[in-house]
């Protein structure tokens, strides 16, 4: 944090959507940015070299759900874990794979096979997540949901990525990890942070280390996920913490 602190201007800070800067909820349609971050990214990156949102989310719905973060002057979006990019309102990113329509056409199946209930699909274009929080046993069916899910992505060629109570089957090739690096290089970062809060985040924590560059993981925490807190250099808690950290950076700068 020191050289963050002593150098703002070359301070890359690199923050997840859900679970980090918004609260998490039952339905992924309902979720809302902390009603603070934008006016709080605003400030920051008066500060900054740049501010960053690495999202598993389409950039699209991470605007959506994040009324005001478009006004947020230089916010960079990296969406779909980095395929996508929206910077002074464009959206770049590459087509969507073929794929995704052929697991979406499998999947009702697939469910329906093995009696589940309460689980939902979720269509992101470019990828497909099935959410297990609403059904009666949450991490019962992501258990049964694991192994076909795996095969499903094999045979379309695609990946799994695991998360809160999310198994989702996106195109391989890019991570959290590989765009945060590539936009630490492309903005000749000299420092970084990085706040998240689920098991996706792990790639970007480890591309902070890689980077070799002084470096803050932070790990938004919740009982839900323990994993990114045992790896993390500062644990806060949840969306609040995170605003609240980001505030005391700000005024922290604002002093010196
Ligand atoms: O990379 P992120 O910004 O953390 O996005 C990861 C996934 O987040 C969303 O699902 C999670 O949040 C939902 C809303 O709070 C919650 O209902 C769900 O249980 C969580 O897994 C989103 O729906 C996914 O598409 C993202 O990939």
Redesign the pocket.
Known sequence: MEAILKDPSGAVIGL?????L???????A??RVHPDAPAVLAELGAYVNAVAI????PVAT?LELGPGLERVPGLVVLGH?GFERWENGRISGPPPPAGVPRVEAELPLLLDSLGLLGVTI?D?GR?V?V?T?RSADPEGALAKLREPMAELAAKHGLVV?P????L?LRPPGMD?GHALSLFLAERDARSVLFA???L??LAAFDAVRASELPGVTVCSGSAEVTALADRADIVVDGPDGVVALLRELTSAFSRS
């Open positions: 997840d959507f859900d679970g980090t918004s609260p998490i909820v039952a339905d992924p309902a979720a690495v999202t598993g989310r991470a874990y979720e992101k990828a997540a959410h929080r990525e998360g809160r109570l999310v989702e959290k998240g809060d689920d996706g985040d």
